[in-house]
């Protein structure tokens, strides 16, 4: 099989497939049909014969999801699609911490698995990936255009190429305990970073439950870095690809963290995995998290009483902006070394034409990158079909795609940016800050350091501009 399918031939092929098995049609039904239309119970998934005639087998490296609902229902989707269109289907699920070892591992071997899943930034793999550009193309003639934020984090305005397919996103939010924060005066969760530091801070000193924002070279501590970053005023790079980082607003933000870690936080939190902030809020050991709602989600079946103390705020404002990262970002890979790319590209169009399944079965986690594909979203938001106590918990999602950025924001998620995420950069940043090891222009001059010797190297490959 083609290691490369050309976009002239995606196309070419799925023009054939609208002629022989009714395309147009059957993209009505994906996007009007009966899942589409379904705001109670699970949506009624669809299928839509490929655009190509496909064999062989499938083999598919993902994460485990932090809702273990949607692996289920995931597992048992991919399997039926392979049987109606001839296609053996393998999925492996790891450890999200292992994916980007593993996929890197695969690269430089040169052999592995036909698609890969990471939930952040891959683009620093666009030399050993095929271009998606023709699957997003697909995607929009279908279903109308992407979402910005997704674009933005797998589109290279440089080479003109999507580097990976982004059919989905999870904001992130701000976790709070309500019951503590009213004991502080501030029912409704803190707003602002100001009230975060004070109100954390109030809280450790009255209960000795603290604050858990991660300061670990781990993947949450990099999605806080940033938020902190944008809503002080500074950011890696700017919208044309200029490194900016070392600025006087960057160490201001790098002081807040050292005085937010200093009055309303412990050592733990230099030592995080992904997992650790759940664990923690689920535990009664945290005031305040910046998550997915995966840990609500994980307390409402272990512990009942937390979960409905769990309530959630948007980007918290600072002195510039109120901006958080997004939580995940799908980033669908399919290797050079890929020995079934039709196959690939094709599972991730089902896959996607799916998304009302997608939303519902990862209990809300998972927001579509094409928001026409789930118009009952909003409904699942202010009414939520699991039993949320109030049901409308999740509301404030509705807005998610106003206070969230992606990975490189105010720029895109470039293949420098990819590899400044990978080496945790900015969280070692601000951890060495708060540790006293440095001081915050201190941090902030050495990462500018690394973040130009990173950018310089992705400028003489031309995959960055700037």
């Not at 379904?38 to 062989?56: D, I, Q, Y």
């Not at 666009?126 to 003639?141: F, G, I, Y």
Request: charge should be neutral; charged fraction near 20%; aromatic fraction near 10%.
């Amino acid at each position: 099989m083609a290691d490369r399918l050309s976009r002239r031939g995606f196309l070419t092929s799925t023009a054939l497939a609208a002629g022989a098995y009714g395309l147009t049609a059957g993209c009505a039904s994906e996007t009007s049909g009966p899942a589409a239309r379904n705001t109670g119970g699970a949506p009624k998934e669809v299928f839509s014969s490929p655009g190509r005639k496909l064999s062989g087998s499938l083999s598919v490296l993902m994460w485990s999801h932090f809702v273990p609902r949607h692996d289920k229902w995931f597992d048992k989707f991919a399997a039926d699609w392979g049987k109606k269109v001839g296609v053996d289907v393998r999925i492996d699920h790891i450890n999200t911490v292992d994916v980007p070892r593993r996929a890197a591992s695969e690269i430089q071997a040169g052999r592995g698995h036909d698609l890969i899943q990471h939930i952040a930034p891959f683009s620093q793999y666009e030399p050993s990936v095929l271009d998606m550009t023709d699957v997003v193309q697909e995607a929009n003639r279908r279903w109308g255009q992407q979402l910005e934020l997704c674009r933005k984090s797998s589109f290279n305005p440089n080479t003109e190429r999507f580097y990976c397919y982004c059919p989905g996103w999870s904001p992130d939010p701000g976790n709070y305990r309500k019951s503590m924060w009213q004991k502080v005066g501030m029912p409704n969760g803190p707003g602002s970073w100001d009230e975060l530091l004070r109100g954390a801070s109030e809280i450790k000193r009255t209960t000795g439950v603290p604050c858990g924002l991660g300061l670990s070279p781990e993947t949450d501590s990099n999605m806080v870095a940033r938020a902190l970053l944008w809503s002080f005023g500074a950011s890696e790079q700017d919208a044309n690809e200029r490194v900016t980082l070392n600025s006087d607003e960057a160490v201001a933000a790098v002081d807040f963290m050292t005085r937010l870690w200093k009055g309303a936080e412990t050592e733990e939190v230099f030592s995080w995995v992904p997992a650790s902030n759940n664990q923690q809020m689920i535990a009664g050991k945290s005031s305040y998290i910046v998550n997915s709602i995966s840990a609500w989600r994980t307390a409402a079946g272990t512990n009942p009483t937390i979960a409905d103390d769990i309530f959630f705020v948007p980007a918290l404002r600072g002195p510039r902006a109120a901006l958080a990262a997004q939580h995940v970002i799908q980033q669908w890979i399919v290797p050079k070394h890929a020995g079934n790319p039709d196959a690939a590209k094709e599972f991730l169009l089902h896959y996607t034409a799916n998304f009302p399944s997608v939303t519902y079965h990862s209990e809300l986690y998972d927001l579509p990158a094409w928001p026409s594909l789930v118009p009952q979203a909003n409904d699942w938001l202010d009414k939520d079909p699991y039993g949320a106590n109030p049901p409308n918990k999740l509301s404030l999602l509705k807005t998610a795609t106003s206070w969230s950025a992606n990975i490189g924001y105010p720029g895109p998620s470039n293949p420098a940016i990819g590899e400044i995420f990978s080496t945790n950069v900015l969280p070692t940043m601000f951890g060495r800050a708060a540790r006293g090891q440095v001081s915050a222009k201190q941090a902030v001059e050495e990462a500018e350091g690394q973040i130009n010797r990173i950018f310089r190297n992705w400028r003489n490959r031309r995959l960055v501009g700037g």
